[in-house]
């Protein structure tokens, strides 16, 4: 194996271009939608996973996770339920229509796990784990890949490489962040492995956030840097009451603290010309919900063309400088047929075209101004001073 070459693996990017989709129940990772996976770190009753599920599935998660199966640092903190966890599991997800991700942290378990499960997960502790590996890949279940503790990124795809060789490519990567001397964090967050294995690799790219920081409050900052680092989605830990959690509690978000980051993502992943499907909100609260979202959104459109003023006005100033004219008719009715060739749906090509002929109207009269100031400010200072 070692004898071939980067672009001959079959994980390669190489060997697909275009990138590949994994399919977990209804749900494709590594298409258009930016997919959330969410849940607790540990099934610890019933009640839990049901009303975790619920929720996380009301804010707009597309999958559900929990753990059945727990490997700790300490051998006296809690283990898991076993095969009573993925029964609850299981049932979470038919009451809620959502597929489930879970751990399994043994070649032998892989047929149980797979009686209950979406999805399987191999975490971090167990990323070289070579023989859980292999019988992962000859499943016919999709396969949750997380990054090793202190794994390279050479180290992770071969991980990945030892499951596609036996047959299964279903596989999805997951940032996790890496160990540090460091303590202020649970981990290091690695963003720049999630641009650059969507480099290397043909496979999708998750970052969990949860276990990279192992605080709650910074879950929702890199959940927004994943999504602008070319993420296909996230995996955020959720419990309805974390400070009762038996595992993860302090990085983990409560129902309210995750339905305020989906609504919050939603804006993001609209810039990265992404899908983001969030759940409608009962209609006793989707009118405050939905005008928070409008607001949210107006927020961003405002800041972006403050960012277009500014690079309008540096052009128009390298223009002034070139002597060049500081109208261009030909590129702005190029602008506006590219903005009508863009897909804006449910707003029509001809809304978009007035719309963007205001901006671009906007655009140049802000320009021009601009520009004519600076040349009669030039011209001033180099009028002769006239004394009495």
């Known amino acids: ?51 975790a599920a619920q929720l996380v599935g009301q804010a707009g998660a597309r999958l559900v996770r929990g753990g059945a199966f727990k490997p700790r640092t300490s051998p006296y903190s809690f283990q898991g339920l076993g095969e009573q966890g993925l029964r609850m599991l299981h049932e979470a997800s038919l009451a809620n229509g959502l597929p489930t991700v879970t751990e399994v942290v043994s070649p032998e378990d892989v047929p149980l796990v797979s009686q209950y499960a979406d999805a399987l997960q191999v975490g971090a502790r167990n990323m070289q784990n070579f023989a859980l590996l292999s019988a992962v890949g000859k499943s016919d279940k999709p396969v949750i890949l997380k990054r090793g503790l202190a794994a390279t990124l050479e180290e992770f795809l071969m991980a990945a490489e030892y499951i596609a060789l036996r047959g299964n490519l279903s596989i999805v990567l997951c940032e996790r962040g890496i160990r540090s001397f460091d303590s202020a964090t649970r981990n290091v967050l690695d963003m720049s492995a999630v641009a650059l294995l969507r480099q290397m690799t043909h496979l999708p790219v998750l970052v969990d956030p949860s276990h990279a920081t192992g605080r709650r409050e910074l879950v929702g900052p890199m959940s927004r840097a ?32 995750f339905s305020g980051l989906m609504h919050d993502l939603a804006g993001y992943v609209a810039l990265e010309g992404r899908v983001f499907s969030l759940f409608a909100p009962p209609i006793g609260t989707a009118f405050e919900t939905h005008r928070r979202r409008i607001d ?48 804006s749906r449910p707003i029509g090509p001809d809304a978009i075209a007035r719309i963007y002929s205001v901006i671009i109207r906007e655009m140049r009269d802000l320009a021009t101004s601009a520009t004519v100031g600076k040349e009669l400010s030039r011209e001033a200072s180099e009028q002769p001073i006239e004394t009495v």
Do not use: N, W
């Open 1 to 51: 194996m070692e004898s071939l070459k980067r672009d001959d693996r079959l994980v390669s990017r190489a060997v697909r271009p275009q990138g590949s989709r994994v399919r977990i129940g209804d749900v494709e990772i590594g298409g258009d939608e930016f997919i959330v996976i969410a849940g607790p770190c540990g099934i610890e009753g019933r009640a839990q996973i049901m009303e």
């Open 296 to 343: 949210r959104f107006d927020e961003i459109i405002v800041r972006m063309l403050s960012e277009r003023a500014k690079i309008a006005l540096e052009l128009a100033q390298v223009k002034s400088r070139l002597h060049l004219p500081v109208l261009a008719p030909d590129r702005e009715a190029a602008v506006l047929d590219h903005v009508q060739r863009l897909d």
């Open 226 to 257: 994943a999504v602008s680092a070319g993420a296909d989605g996230l995996m955020i830990e959720v419990h309805p009451s974390p400070e009762r959690a038996l595992s993860d509690g302090p990085q983990s978000l409560t129902p309210a603290q």
